[in-house]
């Protein structure tokens, strides 16, 4: 079944690094893929997504593109501040039929914080 | 406003009580879900709902039974629950449950829920 792997966290950043969170997908044919971001004490919001091979998803200074020969759909962002401290997931929906069709797939989330 | 209210936002009860979660989209959307989050696991999906009909129960304990009146609405009824299920309960909607994998699921605040 579809399957999706982040690099495990915590990671911890200063104000205005770079940040890379790795994400690779298991999926048959042509998943969609999605960043969601969850604030402290919050639900889950959509960050950014792509729908196809080599969109590019941005949002709030996130980016994420769509690689099909990596599988795999890494989220950047140039300057992290402190309010971007929150926890990141990684999930795609898969379109190919099967028992994973249209279930939206989600790693197990990186725990990003951000010092001043 | 997400979309998705879930209410109440926090919840104690005992282990013999009965009490019920509610969640409510006014987004126009066919597929409802039902998700556990426990701290240091991964998103569990308990239920997914389309068109009003249950189409998937991930295997959970009975003392958990969701209800969907009609598209719009999802409750999670709750009885004799163990200290275990202690969890953040996320409740998500999407256009439906299948054919709209180019959509991302929409979720409410969740409701955290404490048994004791």
């Known amino acids: 079944g579809d399957s999706v792997t982040q690099m495990e966290g915590p990671v911890t950043l200063s104000e205005e690094a770079f940040l890379t969170i790795n994400c690779t997908y298991t999926a048959t044919g042509y998943p969609s893929l999605f960043w969601y971001v969850q604030y402290p004490g919050e639900g889950l919001q959509l960050l950014l997504k792509a729908t196809k091979a080599d969109d590019k998803g941005s949002n709030k200074g996130f980016e994420a593109t769509y690689r099909k020969e990596t599988t795999s759909f890494h989220l950047e962002k140039g300057s992290v501040q402190v309010s971007d401290s929150a926890v990141y997931f990684c999930?795609?929906?898969?379109?190919?039929?099967?028992?994973?069709?249209?279930?939206?797939?989600f790693g197990q989330g990186t725990i990003l914080t951000v010092h001043p | 406003e997400t979309g998705v209210t879930q209410t109440p936002r926090h919840l104690v009860m005992g282990m013999t009580n009965k009490k019920s979660l509610k969640c409510e989209q006014h987004?126009?959307?066919?597929?409802m879900y039902w998700y556990k989050q426990s701290a240091k696991k991964p998103l569990e999906l308990m239920f997914v709902y389309n068109f009003k009909e249950q189409t998937e129960n991930n295997s959970v304990p009975s003392r958990f039974s969701p209800e969907c009146p009609n598209s719009s609405h999802l409750f999670l009824h709750l009885h004799t629950l163990q200290p275990e299920d202690s969890a953040l309960y996320l409740c998500?909607?999407?256009?439906?449950?299948?054919?709209?994998?180019?959509?991302?699921?929409?979720f409410g605040s969740g409701t955290r829920l404490t048994v004791v």
């Open positions: 999930a795609l929906r898969g379109n190919a039929g099967g028992t994973s069709y249209g279930k939206l797939t």
């Open positions: 987004l126009g959307h066919n597929a």
């Open positions: 998500a909607s999407s256009q439906d449950a299948g054919v709209s994998a180019n959509y991302g699921y929409t």
